[in-house]
T-cell receptor, first 113, second 115 residues
Framework: KNQVEQSPQSLIILEGKNCTLQ??????????LRWYKQDTGRGPVSLTI?????NTKSNGRYTATLDADTKQSSLHITASQLSDSASYIC????????????FGAGTTVTVRA | DAMVIQNPRYQVTQFGKPVTLSCSQT?????MYWYQQKSSQAPKLLFH???????NEADTPDNFQSRRPNTSFCFLDIRSPGLGDAAMYLC??????????????FGAGTRLSVL
């Protein structure tokens, strides 16, 4: 069973609008949570990484939040641009020495003019 | 500047014909990973190296092998590619756990087609 669930699976928004992506996880014990952006046909690029004690982290127009008690995270995109069209993947790292990460299936965002 | 470089970007091979994908890094990271990603799916870890220490995932097919001759380079060898091996192959690097943020930096990937 996947330990990281993302919603929605896909969404379409108009350029300039905001959107929020959700990530719920069951990975325990928890080390950190990352959000990656993956353009079609490219490798994932890290947007944010948050540890247990961090509630929010921003990277330009991207803001991630983390509630470690409820095991939920969100990624908010402000004033979307056409270049934001991509898959956004939530990735959780456990505290063990295991280097295997738990990947969500991703949310595909399409920004239309 | 690209920090994790994969070559080639696109590779076409014939069914059963061995193929090698390469990855190099300028980050001097101890840990290197190979992932397989099929369309609309999350990346699946095949194996990783911590320096020369090779770690194979239990469900990685025997058809897949890897070599890491030095810190900078890592190779993925597919001995007898099947149609089911057509995918994007991603290389990534990171610091070891417990030595700062262990963010994985990914290469742009190699798209493998099997005819």
């Amino acid at each position: 069973k996947n330990q990281v669930e993302q919603s929605p699976q896909s969404l379409i928004i108009l350029e300039g609008k905001n959107c929020t992506l959700q990530c719920n996880y069951t990975v325990s014990p928890f080390s950190n949570l990352r959000w990656y952006k993956q353009d079609t046909g490219r490798g994932p690029v890290s947007l944010t990484i948050m540890t247990f004690s961090e509630n929010t982290k921003s990277n330009g127009r991207y803001t991630a939040t983390l509630d470690a008690d409820t095991k939920q995270s969100s990624l908010h995109i402000t004033a979307s641009q056409l270049s934001d069209s991509a898959s956004y993947i939530c990735v959780v790292s456990g505290k063990s020495n295991d280097y295997k990460l738990s990947f969500g299936a991703g949310t595909t965002v399409t920004v239309r003019a | 500047d690209a920090m994790v470089i994969q070559n080639p970007r696109y590779q076409v091979t014939q069914f059963g014909k061995p193929v090698t994908l390469s990855c190099s890094q300028t980050l001097n990271h101890n840990v290197m990973y190979w992932y397989q990603q099929k369309s609309s799916q999350a990346p699946k870890l095949l194996f990783h190296y911590y320096d020369k220490d090779f770690n194979n995932e239990a469900d990685t097919p025997d058809n897949f092998q890897s070599r890491r001759p030095n810190t900078s380079f890592c190779f993925l060898d597919i001995r007898s590619p099947g149609l089911g091996d057509a995918a994007m192959y991603l290389c990534a690097t990171s610091r070891p756990k417990g030595q700062g943020e262990d963010i994985q930096y990914f290469g742009a990937g190699t798209r493998l087609s099997v005819l």
